[in-house]
């Protein structure tokens, strides 16, 4: 019996632990989102403080649709919002599959130079940084590390699968 209770115990703390998982460090994008985790996804924080995914999330397309490959990077809008409902949040896509169709898998730049305005927002997932740009956060979101950028093009609307 006591077995079985700690084991319980060990196996509720696994799951809570793995519930977002955390990402160290990383030299690219493309290495922490190539396969990108499931739902809840990554753990991202805002000066140093572990943020919720209702804030900012990132984690891989539903698996019922077929888009697993790609990542849906959701944002509290405006910035720092702790979204409600889609209505509340930004939907930026790395689909470079093609699996979401539309025109996601174009409009992704996996060697993205940042534009001049390009202000990091406080968000972090080990070595990446949000950056956005006042004069394009209508249409895309830039995700940056030490070795290089990444844009994601935003989906507006945003629509979900069947």
Not at 37 to 50: A, D, I, L, V
Not at 123 to 129: F, R, V
Request: aromatic content about 10%; charged content about 15%.
């Amino acid at each position: 019996m006591l077995r079985s209770a700690i084991v319980a115990v060990v196996l509720a703390g696994i799951v809570s632990i793995a519930a977002c998982t955390p990402i160290t460090k990383t030299g690219t994008v493309s290495a922490a989102f190539d396969n990108p985790p499931s739902y809840p996804g990554y753990q991202w924080t805002r000066n140093g403080k572990s943020v919720p995914t209702a804030e900012l999330g990132t984690s891989a397309g539903p698996t019922h649709c077929s888009w697993q490959s790609a990542t849906i990077l959701t944002i509290g809008w405006p910035l720092g919002t702790v979204s409600a409902n889609a209505g509340q949040a930004r939907f930026y896509i790395r689909d470079p599959k093609g699996v979401m169709h539309g025109t996601y898998k174009d409009r992704l730049v996996k060697d993205a130079h940042l534009p001049a305005d390009a202000r990091a927002t406080g968000y972090k997932l080990g070595s990446i940084e949000l950056y956005l740009s006042p004069a394009d956060q209508d249409v895309s979101a830039y995700l940056v590390t030490s070795a290089g950028a990444e844009r994601w093009p935003r989906a507006d609307p945003f629509y979900g699968c069947a």
